[in-house]
């Protein structure tokens, strides 16, 4: 039997963009206007996260299901039976898990939510129907956005393929949704596009909330991600090396400019050229990566508690809060519970924390 092979770049890759942001959305609630780490982490570095985050899980999804068009081929392993109804019934397992996380990670923040609710001003009505609203369109905690989308990006993109789109034609067709997407979501691009767009933006807006979703977003990384689980050549170390580099100056250079906050042209080049820098460190099964690949998804799900406790108990910290010990206050904590309960759910007894994440 072939053994399990494990994309340990990848798991590696996912931590740090996980750290990224939490990161990010700790510098934008706690640190000044003027922090350079606002342009830095805030809107540079951060907003590789999700891009990569889509790409990887549309890689590890689509992976599992054969393609049809190698089918043919006896050396190739794959067999052709069932493989359209197999395909689907994988991907609609995958996109009811990730509907199902965030509804476990939207009860879970019930405490922090009903917290903001007794300390604001907003009548019950007023918080359930934001609340429902938030909970459709968007999230109710600002990084659960990832999960609705991701469900249906997974979704369109398997759809276009299933009824016979060429994948570099679902690159053309999610590339136009998500370069749509980025003018939109942002003022600078916005003020400059055609009157009928503005209107579309005024009209969209209050009630989607944000281009950020499976539609505009989600979908076109998730067609890369299809890509790469079907290329079967690589791309030359150099060459990916470069073009990360290349693309990351670039991405500077466009948020510098821009003052993109969200969603980023030049991430799209950049998170292609990482993800291929990083697949290729692979190997066997390592327990260190298989407990980084869980702490990555419990940073990114959990790391807004850290910040309420950080603000609950700020009166006895003895440190003072300058922008580095609100990092260590933070993360320490963040990465050492991730830590513990990735080891944990290794285990037999603590096996259920595995079904949160």
Not at 174 to 181: I, Q
Not at 289 to 298: A, D, Y
Request: proline share 3%; aromatic share 20%.
């Amino acid at each position: 039997m072939k053994e399990k092979k494990q994309y340990c770049g990848l798991d590696l890759l996912k931590f740090v963009m996980a750290l990224l942001v939490a990161a990010r959305h700790m510098i934008q609630v706690f640190y000044p206007a003027e922090s350079r780490w606002r342009l830095v982490i805030g809107s540079w570095l951060s907003n590789l996260a999700v891009p990569i985050f889509f790409i990887i899980a549309g890689f590890l999804l689509f992976r599992k299901i054969p393609d049809s068009r190698r089918c043919k081929d006896a050396d190739a392993g794959y067999s052709c039976s069932g493989n359209k109804a197999g395909g689907w019934s994988v991907v609609w397992r995958y996109a009811w898990r990730i509907v199902k996380l965030y509804l476990i990670w939207c009860v879970i923040y019930w405490p922090i939510d009903i917290y903001n609710w007794y300390h604001g001003t907003a009548t019950i009505a007023e918080t359930v129907k934001a609340y429902i609203h938030s909970f459709f369109v968007s999230s109710t905690i600002a990084q659960l956005w990832y999960l609705p989308a991701l469900a249906l990006a997974c979704l369109i993109v398997w759809t276009g393929y299933r009824v016979g789109l060429k994948i570099w034609m679902l690159l053309i067709l999610t590339g136009a949704l998500f370069v749509f997407g980025c003018i939109c979501d942002n003022w600078y691009f916005t003020q400059q596009a055609p009157m009928k767009i503005q209107e579309f933006v005024w009209w969209y807006a209050p009630k989607f909330v944000t281009m950020r979703n499976g539609l505009f977003y989600g979908s076109f990384y998730l067609a890369l991600g299809l890509w790469f689980s079907r290329k079967t050549w690589r791309m030359p170390l150099l060459l990916a090396l470069a073009g990360s580099l290349v693309s990351l100056a670039l991405m500077y250079k466009e948020v510098s400019t821009c003052f993109n906050t969200n969603m980023v042209f030049s991430a799209a080049p950049a998170a292609f050229f990482l993800t291929e820098l990083f697949m290729r460190a692979e190997g066997g099964y390592s327990r260190f990566f298989v407990t980084l690949r869980k702490m990555s998804e419990w940073v990114y799900f959990s790391h807004f508690y850290f910040f309420y406790f950080f603000s609950w108990t700020v009166k006895w910290n003895p440190l003072p809060l300058t922008e580095k010990n609100i990092a260590l206050c933070v993360l320490v904590p963040m990465i050492l519970f991730a830590w513990i309960v990735s080891v944990l759910s290794g285990r037999e007894r603590f096996s259920w924390l595995g079904k949160l994440i």
